[in-house]
């Protein structure tokens, strides 16, 4: 999905958003944004979405009945289901799965946004637990 210049360019502004973090006042708790890495993690997941944006969603007519057989995420407008605009990256679902540590369950049971939002909160917890010695 992402190219080599794209990553080149996700790690350029990474540097520059850490050494921003970094170089300006900080408090006293640690944060995910006390580790470089993170910044490049935020990068990449900001250039894969801007990449699932700019393709046009795919409409598929399906009738009530079928709809529960479609895989999500969906929404489904009149009798017309829009779908995501791309798959979504297989790296994505499984970095998923071992951040929350199920094999993808989670993700197939609280759909792909909520399970994003709670993997960036445990591996802030990880990595704030890691550097005070928990």
């Known amino acids: 999905m992402l190219t080599d210049e794209d990553i080149e360019k996700c790690r350029e502004k990474a540097t520059a958003s850490y050494k921003l973090h970094y170089y300006s006042t900080r408090g006293q708790q640690v944060t995910a944004a006390d580790d470089p890495e993170m910044h490049l993690i935020w990068e990449v997941i900001a250039a894969c979405e801007a990449k699932l944006l700019e393709q046009e969603p795919v409409a598929v007519v399906v ?62 917890a990880m990595l704030a637990a890691a550097r005070s010695g928990e």
Not at 82 to 109: C, F, K, N, S, V
């Open 63 to 124: 009738d009530s009945d079928s709809l529960e057989s479609v895989i999500s995420p969906a929404v489904a407008v009149g009798s017309e289901l829009y779908l995501h605009p791309a798959p979504i990256p297989e790296g994505l679902l499984d970095l998923l799965a071992i951040i929350h540590r199920d094999g993808g369950h989670y993700t197939d049971e609280h759909g792909i946004d909520k399970a994003i939002n709670d993997a960036k909160d445990k591996v802030w």
